[in-house]
């Protein structure tokens, strides 16, 4: 099963290479990972997607809770909680967006950074499943010449209502 957690983690040299390592370590894959700093200047808030089961999440929530720059986590999955990814989305285009691709980056609120056919780029925050179906479709749009690139941030989570973690 795939789970999001969330740690807080010192704003150290080093800490993000042991906690990667903790995962190498154990054959455990990460699919997606984000860090930046909170408003406490000292201290980093780390989001990573990975799967496995139950057992081995708590494991690997064991582990990282040992490691000495971990200052708090949370399992994202098990709560309610929101995710979102940014896209930022590079296509080469005959002339002009085309009507159906128009609304759909309209239905997805898009915002166009560059509107050259040639580098014509967007921006998108969605779920992540939202995200995947537009990088499905999109080349198949009339006048998508191309895709020349996809910038994907990772996912980023936010527990709804009163923090998990702080």
């Given at each position: 099963?795939?789970?999001?957690?969330?740690?807080?983690?010192?704003?150290?040299?080093?800490?993000?290479?042991?906690?990667?390592?903790?995962?190498?370590?154990?054959?455990?894959?990460?699919?997606?990972?984000?860090?930046?700093?909170?408003?406490?200047?000292?201290?980093?808030?780390?989001?990573?997607?990975?799967?496995?089961?139950?057992?081995?999440?708590?494991?690997?929530?064991n582990?990282?809770?040992?490691?000495?720059?971990?200052?708090?986590?949370?399992?994202?999955?098990?709560?309610?909680?929101?995710?979102?990814?940014?896209?930022?989305?590079?296509?080469?285009?005959?002339?002009?967006?085309?009507?159906?691709?128009?609304?759909?980056?309209?239905?997805?609120?898009?915002?166009?950074?560059?509107?050259?056919?040639?580098?014509?780029?967007?921006?998108?925050?969605a779920g992540?499943?939202?995200?995947?179906?537009?990088?499905?479709?999109?080349?198949?749009?009339?006048?998508?010449?191309?895709?020349?690139?996809?910038?994907?941030?990772?996912?980023?989570?936010?527990?709804?209502?009163?923090?998990?973690?702080?």
């Amino acid at each position: 099963m795939r789970h999001t957690i969330s740690l807080f983690l010192q704003n150290e040299a080093g800490a993000l290479t042991r906690v990667a390592g903790l995962f190498s370590s154990r054959g455990y894959n990460i699919e997606s990972l984000h860090v930046a700093p909170t408003q406490d200047h000292t201290v980093s808030r780390l989001t990573l997607v990975t799967t496995g089961s139950d057992a081995v999440i708590q494991q690997i929530c064991n582990q990282l809770l040992k490691l000495v720059d971990v200052v708090d986590l949370a399992d994202m999955t098990s709560g309610d909680h929101m995710e979102r990814e940014l896209l930022l989305l590079k296509l080469r285009l005959d002339e002009k967006p085309d009507e159906a691709l128009a609304e759909r980056f309209t239905a997805l609120r898009a915002n166009v950074l560059d509107d050259r056919p040639d580098s014509y780029t967007v921006e998108v925050t969605a779920g992540g499943a939202r995200i995947d179906s537009l990088l499905d479709e999109v080349g198949g749009y009339p006048g998508v010449d191309a895709v020349l690139s996809v910038v994907r941030s990772g996912v980023l989570a936010i527990s709804h209502g009163v923090p998990v973690i702080e």
